[in-house]
C-alpha cells in the first residue's frame, strides 16, 4: 500500500505559478512512475504529466512548456511547477503512483486561476 498526501495548491491570477507537492510513504520501495492528473467537475480526469523512476518524463500537449514535473526519490515526492497559469488550468490536481502493479492516488489539491 502507497498513501500520498498533496499540498501546494490554492488561488493565483493568470500567469502566475504555483507548486504543487506529493509525499508518497507506505510501500515506497515499490514505486515507479509518479504524475499528476487533473479533474474538472463533470469531465473526465485528464493526465498532466508523469516522470519515471528512471526520470523520464511527458506532458500533455495542454501544459507543455508551461509544467514542469520532477521527483525526490529520496524524500518519496514528486512536484509540478506550473507557471504561466491560464484560467482553464483551474481543476483539482490529483497525484499518481504506480507501485508494483498497482495505482495509487491523493485525496486532490484545488487549483484556481482567476482572470
Known amino acids: 500500500q502507497v498513501q500520498l498526501v498533496e499540498s501546494g495548491g490554492g488561488l493565483v491570477q493568470a500567469g502566475g505559478s504555483l507548486r504543487l507537492s506529493c509525499a508518497a510513504s507506505?510501500?515506497?520501495?515499490?514505486?515507479?512512475?509518479m504524475g499528476w492528473y487533473r479533474q474538472v467537475p463533470g469531465k473526465q480526469r485528464e493526465w498532466v504529466a508523469t516522470i519515471t523512476s528512471g526520470g523520464i518524463t511527458g506532458y500533455a500537449n495542454s501544459v507543455k512548456g508551461r509544467f514542469t514535473i520532477s521527483r525526490d526519490n529520496a524524500k518519496n515526492m514528486v512536484f509540478l511547477q506550473m507557471n504561466s497559469l491560464k484560467p482553464e488550468d483551474t481543476a483539482v490536481y490529483y497525484c499518481?503512483?504506480?507501485?508494483?502493479?498497482?495505482?495509487?492516488w491523493g485525496q486532490g489539491t484545488q487549483v484556481t486561476v482567476s482572470s
Open positions: 507506505g510501500s515506497i520501495f515499490a514505486i515507479n512512475a
Open positions: 499518481w503512483v504506480v507501485a508494483g502493479a498497482y495505482d495509487y
